[in-house]
């Protein structure tokens, strides 16, 4: 987008509580593709390096405000204005006046609710600046629940009638409001302390904006987004979803476009801050979520979650596993129905077979634990190998121990390494095994009780059954 955004601040109105919803949280700390629909109204707005960016909140302040403290406003200052009772979008903007920039003439206000804004849906609005109040609207075949807009003769518009508030005719109209705006400060300033509540809702509408400029004879602008959808409210958890169907399909349709495969795109959850490499293969029913990247040629078969991790090149993510802020090395082979827990870090070519769990543990190159094994505050050596139903025994009710296992180090099937514990370099566990005590590099640990066979046991307990 090459329009000029010098001179300009935003108005991210996120004040309503979202009764429809019917939830606790507020409207706009609901998520779509992984991030809340207003983190999406900030990041919209964030490439067009506004001087100030101001959120009116008011229903769950303290959460909008704890929320704000991790979103990323780029170059904008932040500020909070607060709306204590909702007295509709045109008292929000008054509430913002003391938090506005009052050397910075044009402000762009949006809805904190219409998740699929981006900043290139700005643009109808911000390349022709010279009118007192531009709004951006849409053209859509349903315009049931929506403001309809009115033009005059010249292309112009007159007004905004709210759904409720429109005639018979007015209703017949298919052009609605997106309650997208564009105005001069010392425009809104003037008029909307004057601004009644006479209508079906008894608030303060900031589309009477409209109404004022033009009974002062100034020209109101309208402008066209081509896409309604990118100007869809999310008011009810079903429109939400269908705005992320939407979403979804975008972002699918991106990767694909970047050389990614995808067995069945219409079932992959890809987030928005996932970066997929080429000739990555994504399953049916992936989930992919958080900050995440994956290398070139990562598979991820069927059913996998994946969140907040590093994956990188030719790692191979098996059906049914679940990944949470690890980072695998190239060539790794995990699952299926394996658990990385966090701060796991796998070297290169690291193979995690079926039904291992691992938690804070680092595991060196070619290190392998192909079965049913848990290995949690570990340090595990290249090439070394973790037999079958292998434990770290971390944790004494109290504080959590750390078990170290050297290079090449074989662990027979069936272990439990009591922490704090080292296993050093070249080592042999025995099998069935509970070590508690370090075993030396090169050595044999064995801790297990004597076997003992008791000939024709079996024989005489089968003979006495027979008997009964």
């Known amino acids: 987008m090459h329009t000029?955004?010098?001179?300009?601040?935003?108005?991210?109105?996120?004040?309503?509580?979202?009764?429809?919803?019917?939830?606790?949280?507020?409207?706009?700390?609901?998520?779509?593709?992984?991030?809340?629909?207003?983190?999406?109204?900030?990041?919209?707005?964030?490439?067009?390096?506004?001087?100030?960016?101001?959120?009116?909140?008011?229903?769950?302040?303290?959460?909008?405000?704890?929320?704000?403290?991790?979103?990323?406003?780029?170059?904008a200052e932040m500020r909070i204005a607060v709306q204590s009772e909702q007295n509709g979008t045109g008292h929000a903007v008054l509430m913002a006046f003391d938090d506005l920039d009052p050397e910075v003439e044009d402000v762009l206000i949006i809805p904190g609710d219409t998740p699929l804004l981006r900043e290139?849906?700005?643009?109808?609005?911000?390349?022709?600046?010279?009118?007192?109040?531009?709004?951006?609207?849409?053209?859509?075949?349903?315009?049931?629940?929506?403001?309809r807009i009115e033009r005059a003769n010249d292309g112009s518009v007159k007004a905004i009638v709210e759904d409720r508030d429109c005639s018979d005719s007015q209703r017949s109209i298919n052009e609605i409001n997106s309650s997208v705006y564009l105005a001069k400060q010392s425009f809104l300033r003037e008029v909307l302390p004057k601004l009644g509540s006479n209508n079906a809702q008894g608030e303060i509408y900031l589309t009477d904006i409209v109404g004022a400029a033009v009974k002062q004879g100034r020209s109101v602008?309208?402008?066209?987004?081509?896409?309604?959808?990118?100007?869809?409210?999310?008011?009810?958890?079903?429109?939400?979803?269908?705005?992320?169907?939407?979403?979804?399909?975008e972002i699918n349709k991106h990767w694909m476009d970047e050389g990614v495969t995808f067995e069945d795109f219409r079932t992959a959850y890809i987030d928005e801050d996932v970066e997929l490499g080429r000739d990555?293969?994504?399953?049916?029913?992936?989930?992919?979520?958080?900050?995440?990247?994956?290398?070139?040629?990562?598979?991820?078969?069927?059913?996998?979650?994946?969140?907040?991790?590093?994956?990188s090149e030719g790692a191979h993510v098996k059906f049914s596993s679940h990944l949470e802020q690890a980072e695998v090395g190239p060539r790794c082979m995990i699952g299926p129905f394996a658990r990385v827990r966090p701060q796991t870090k796998l070297g290169a070519e690291v193979r995690l077979g079926n039904f291992v769990e691992t938690k804070k543990a680092e595991?060196?190159?070619?290190?392998?634990?192909?079965?049913?094994?848990?290995?949690?505050?570990?340090?595990?050596?290249?090439?070394?190998?973790?037999?079958?139903?292998?434990?770290?025994?971390?944790?004494?009710?109290y504080n959590k121990h750390v078990t170290n296992i050297g290079t090449d180090v074989f662990i027979g099937s069936?272990?439990?390494?009591?922490?704090?514990?080292?296993?050093?370099?070249?080592?042999?566990?025995?099998?069935?095994?509970t070590i508690t005590k370090d075993?030396?590099?090169?050595?044999?640990?064995?801790?297990r009780a004597r076997q003992n066979?008791?000939?024709?046991?079996?024989?005489?307990?089968?003979?006495?059954?027979?008997k009964d």
């Open 4 to 75: 000029n955004t010098e001179n300009l601040q935003v108005v991210v109105l996120a004040a309503g509580k979202g009764k429809r919803m019917k939830s606790d949280l507020p409207k706009v700390l609901h998520k779509l593709c992984g991030l809340t629909l207003l983190e999406r109204a900030i990041r919209s707005v964030r490439g067009l390096s506004p001087k100030r960016i101001t959120i009116v909140a008011g229903h769950g302040e303290a959460l909008v405000r704890d929320h704000l403290e991790s979103v990323d406003f780029g170059s």
């Open 120 to 147: 290139a849906t700005y643009e109808p609005l911000l390349h022709n600046r010279e009118a007192v109040v531009s709004v951006l609207t849409s053209v859509v075949e349903n315009p049931y629940g929506f403001g």
């Open 221 to 249: 602008r309208g402008a066209v987004c081509e896409h309604s959808s990118h100007v869809a409210g999310a008011n009810s958890r079903y429109e939400l979803a269908l705005l992320e169907v939407v979403r979804r399909h």
């Open 280 to 311: 990555c293969l994504i399953g049916p029913g992936v989930s992919i979520s958080g900050r995440c990247v994956l290398g070139a040629g990562v598979c991820v078969e069927a059913h996998s979650t994946i969140q907040s991790c590093n994956i």
């Open 363 to 397: 595991f060196g190159a070619g290190a392998k634990a192909n079965h049913l094994s848990y290995i949690g505050d570990a340090r595990v050596g290249p090439k070394t190998n973790i037999g079958a139903g292998t434990i770290t025994c971390n944790y004494d009710g």
């Open 414 to 433: 069936n272990t439990a390494l009591v922490a704090p514990v080292t296993i050093s370099d070249g080592a042999i566990v025995g099998a069935g095994s």
């Open 439 to 447: 075993v030396p590099k090169d050595a044999l640990g064995v801790a």
């Open 453 to 466: 066979n008791v000939e024709e046991y079996a024989l005489r307990k089968r003979r006495e059954h027979s």
